[in-house]
């Protein structure tokens, strides 16, 4: 295949715009699988993805198309729309040379579609405005295509009108992308060059490769080099992405995409936006196209049965080949023994994660509340990276601690401004920037700290705005702030697992909401049991668990009043001794709790 004949590009979009039926619908024009064998969701793959109708992990397919009469190859990737997978979006743009930016023509430009448009600029991609939904009843395109304009800055025009449910103008748009995405450019003859955008571990093959190659070729039985490590392998089998059934090949040449199996069983060897090159003849320079992720929210896994530490583990490594952004090590709680301190792009990310553990591996997990990265300056002016609040030294010893602060971006219809506007300033928000789209549509940026976001921001946000609202943040930098430890204590003893790190003129609130929220949960024992939030030794909220009664004197039938008195006196002293050495077993939801705190 010449390279003027191949076209790779990514859909990219705010979610729920309609990526994937988009893509369902490119692969039937181009007819990679008939009617009969055509699904919803094709691209999404994943059980968890189907059920919620969402994309998670970015898909390649590889489709032929014919347009007057010359045969093309076209390399699509679909990826997700949520503000906690943009890091999936980051890698396909790294591997492609073109964009469908696709915005829905009723809801018009959203949070996301502004921070996806910025990541394929930075890529120097050719973007093609795409407008969905162009069927539907409240559908404005010519509004629509008026705010791409003026909100992004990009030409609307000739922007294509589509409907990619009833599949008006996806002939037109086939044909656009073979007009207006450029090909890709690399020279056959140099040595390999491919990068690594994507990987998973398969049962059989194990770990698998997806490149897309930039010099040269990749070849069946060549023995190749990973330029991050140096190590060598042979390669065993090449394919090409398919939506049903994959297609082997010989070689994988300049601009193509494909598959690359290693017969690797070690996981960690392969690494996403790492350089393949021929191990004979390498390339001088790695393809630089590409950043690592950088998790901002972490939470503590662990094993409901302590036996199942090693296949947490076992699970994580097989995880992390198949979602790069993932990051863990092991930690221990001496509530909960021994886990792993996992880091996350975002809260979402994080209960697809922790589902996916459940549901593939098989194993019942706890999850702590989540936090983010502090720095902690100590009076003997050294630095301590602080990811789990029960690591924070002890108060006497800290200058100053500082939070990682974002720039949160909100669009939300006009009506629901000002309920937004104190959402945001309750959140300790600073408004930044103030822009009227139109009439009835309003951008907000503000600045404002990371953790008032990691818990329940994004669904107080859609709640107040009846779902209309939508979000999109970048970190941005590290301010001094006037944070204290919040710690709980359950008959005594404090919790690691639930110390919280909350600004101090809130504590005081937050710790009476967690210690109300805790005596719902926990369950009554046979002695009183107080919980208690405490700053330090300072204890500023308390509630306590009735213990639960036995009727002791039940057995007595009348008779003098002074034996059922030394009954209950007897019962009395035996609570006491039983509360001194009782242990209180938590359930998984108190761990949970201190995600509900107003």
Not at 581 to 588: C, E
Request: net charge negative; aromatic share 6%.
């Amino acid at each position: 295949m010449k390279l003027d004949n191949i076209r790779n590009f990514s859909i990219i979009a705010h979610i729920d715009h309609g990526k994937s039926t988009l893509a369902d619908r490119i692969i039937q024009e181009c007819g990679s699988v008939s009617e009969r064998e055509l699904s919803k969701q094709m691209m999404d793959t994943m059980d968890i993805e189907q059920e919620r109708g969402i994309t998670i992990k970015a898909q390649s397919v590889r489709l032929d198309y014919v347009k007057d009469g010359k045969h093309y190859v076209l390399n699509l990737i679909d990826t997700p729309g949520h503000v906690d997978f943009s890091y999936e979006v980051s890698k396909s743009l790294a591997s492609s040379d073109g964009a469908l930016l696709i915005v829905d023509a009723a809801q018009g430009v959203e949070a996301q579609t502004i921070a996806n448009v910025y990541l394929a600029l930075d890529n120097d991609l050719e973007l093609l405005p795409v407008i969905n939904k162009i069927d539907l009843p409240a559908a404005e395109p010519e509004r629509v295509a008026e705010e791409i304009e003026h909100t992004i800055g990009i030409d609307a025009t000739d922007a294509l009108m589509v409907s990619a449910k009833s599949g008006i103008g996806i002939h037109e748009l086939l044909d656009a992308i073979v007009e207006r995405i450029p090909a890709p450019v690399g020279d056959p003859d140099a040595p390999t060059k491919a990068i690594i955008y994507d990987s998973w571990f398969d049962s059989y093959l194990g770990a698998l490769a997806l490149v897309r190659v930039f010099d040269g070729e990749i070849a069946k039985g060549q023995l190749i080099k990973l330029m991050s490590n140096g190590e060598q392998h042979q390669i065993l089998d090449l394919m090409y992405p398919h939506p049903l059934k994959r297609k082997k090949t010989q070689a994988i040449k300049t601009g193509e995409i494909g598959i690359v199996v290693l017969g690797l069983k070690e996981v960690g060897v392969v690494n996403v936006g790492d350089t393949l090159t021929d191990a004979k003849e390498p390339t001088a320079e790695p393809v630089g196209s590409y950043e690592p992720a950088k998790p901002f929210v972490f939470a503590g896994l662990y094993p409901i049965d302590t036996d199942k530490f090693e296949d947490l583990r076992d699970a994580l490594d097989k995880l992390k080949l198949n979602d790069s952004s993932l990051s863990y090590e092991p930690e221990t709680s001496i509530a909960l023994g021994f886990g792993f301190r996992v880091g996350f792009l975002g809260m979402l990310h994080m209960e697809v994660v922790k589902e996916r553990l459940e549901r593939e591996f098989d194993l019942d997990l706890i999850a702590t509340a989540p936090s983010v990265v502090y720095n902690v300056y100590m009076n003997d002016g050294s630095l301590v990276e602080v990811q789990n609040p029960s690591q924070l030294p002890e108060v006497n010893y800290i200058d100053h601690i500082d939070e990682p602060y974002i720039k949160a971006t909100v669009i939300t219809p006009s009506e629901y401004l000002g309920n937004v506007m104190n959402l945001l300033v309750g959140k300790r928000g600073v408004q930044e920037k103030m822009d009227y789209l139109n009439e009835e549509r309003v951008l907000l940026e503000y600045s404002m700290p990371l953790n008032e976001i990691v818990v329940d921001f994004y669904d107080k946000l859609k709640s107040i705005s009846k779902g209309y609202a939508s979000f999109d943040y970048d970190p941005t930098e590290f301010r001094q702030g006037d944070l204290v430890k919040l710690d709980i204590r359950v008959a005594g003893d404090v919790v690691d697992a639930l110390s919280v790190i909350v600004p101090r003129t809130s504590a005081d609130s937050r710790g009476r909401s967690l210690v109300k929220n805790m005596k719902e949960i926990v369950p009554r024992q046979l002695f009183e049991v107080a919980i208690q939030a405490s700053l330090g030794n300072k204890v500023i909220a308390r509630e306590t668990i009735k213990s639960m009664g036995k009727n002791v004197t039940a057995k007595c039938y009348g008779g003098d009043i002074t034996r059922k008195r030394k009954l209950l006196e007897k019962q009395k002293a035996g609570k006491k001794r039983m509360k001194s050495i009782g242990k209180v077993q938590l359930p998984q939801e108190a761990f949970m709790s201190v995600l509900k705190m107003d």
